[in-house]
């Protein structure tokens, strides 16, 4: 088949409970765009285009997390429409920053935030992707990271293994030659329990990491826990430090419950 007549992989992007941040991220990398929707059909992108092509197709993008019957049903269609699926940032890999309504009583907020509470109908939880469909990758980040996204969508559209860093934002904290506002400061970060990709942006700018990448892999938050406390940091502010826009994610959650129980 000529490079002319070959067909173009098809991609689809959905959106859940989401703030829109890391489709613009998609939509954010302009140099590189055309050249993407040169080698791909942009099948489904409301955010971006009128058109919408019916799958299936071979990559969907999904940001956000479910949060209404409505959505529980939906992401299971788009599972069957998609041959490989991939979860797009905090809110999709680790149900967001709305995730925090998931130790609270839901029905109270409703109650106190909305005029007409009996049009609303919600979850009592905000959930990954993951905990319904089965996900073929994740890509972390509250946004995820332009330079993430380009690389797994390469690596896909060619048929490898994504490169994608699993190392702590401690690394890249000492690769920019960056003090350390832990150490040097007793400041309280997340950046040993936090997977890379922003470049230790904000120890950068002498602040310590809130964890917006989620856990890195093998993250041990009791050591991390234990050093904070020792530190003067309280039970209370470390129940809340890992309550950012990854709370439901299994380490954080489990830490900050740990922090509360205590
Ligand atoms: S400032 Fe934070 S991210 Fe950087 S080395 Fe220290 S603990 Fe790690
Ligand atoms: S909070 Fe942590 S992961 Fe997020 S940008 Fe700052 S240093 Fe990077």
């Known amino acids: 088949m000529s490079s002319k007549t070959k067909r173009k992989p098809k991609i689809a992007v959905f959106k859940f409970a989401s703030c829109d941040g890391c489709q613009l991220s998609l939509l954010d990398a302009e140099d590189e765009l055309l050249a993407i ?20 197709y071979d990559i969907g993008l999904v940001e956000g997390s479910i949060t209404t019957h409505h959505d529980a049903q939906r992401i299971q ?19 967001g920053i709305q995730a925090l309504r998931n130790w609270k009583d839901v029905d109270e907020f409703v109650r106190v935030v909305y005029a007409s509470p009996q049009f609303i109908s919600t979850l009592k939880l905000s959930t990954p992707i993951s905990e319904h469909v089965p996900v073929d990758f994740e890509l972390r980040g509250c946004p995820i990271s332009k330079a993430h996204l380009l690389e797994l969508l390469s690596a896909t559209l060619i048929g490898r293994k994504p490169n994608i860093p699993a190392h702590s934002v401690c690394l ?7 003090v350390c506002v832990l150490v040097a400061r007793g400041e309280p970060c997340l950046g040993p329990v936090t997977q890379a990709g922003c470049g230790a942006l904000c120890p950068g700018f ?5 964890g917006c990448f989620g856990p890195v892999a093998g993250a ?26 990854n709370a439901w994610s299994w380490p954080f959650r489990k830490a900050s419950e740990e922090c509360e129980k205590r």
């Open 37 to 56: 929707v040169g080698e791909v059909e942009l099948a489904y992108f409301p955010e971006a285009t009128r058109a919408a092509l019916r799958g299936p």
């Open 77 to 95: 269609q788009v599972r069957r429409q998609c041959k490989t699926l991939v979860t797009l940032g905090a809110c999709a890999t680790a149900g």
């Open 172 to 178: 890249e904290c000492k690769r920019r030659g960056q």
């Open 206 to 210: 002498d602040r310590g990491c809130f």
């Open 220 to 245: 041990n938050t009791a050591a991390l826990t234990a050093q904070l406390l020792a530190l003067g940091q309280k039970d209370y502010q470390l129940a809340r430090l890992f309550r950012g826009f």
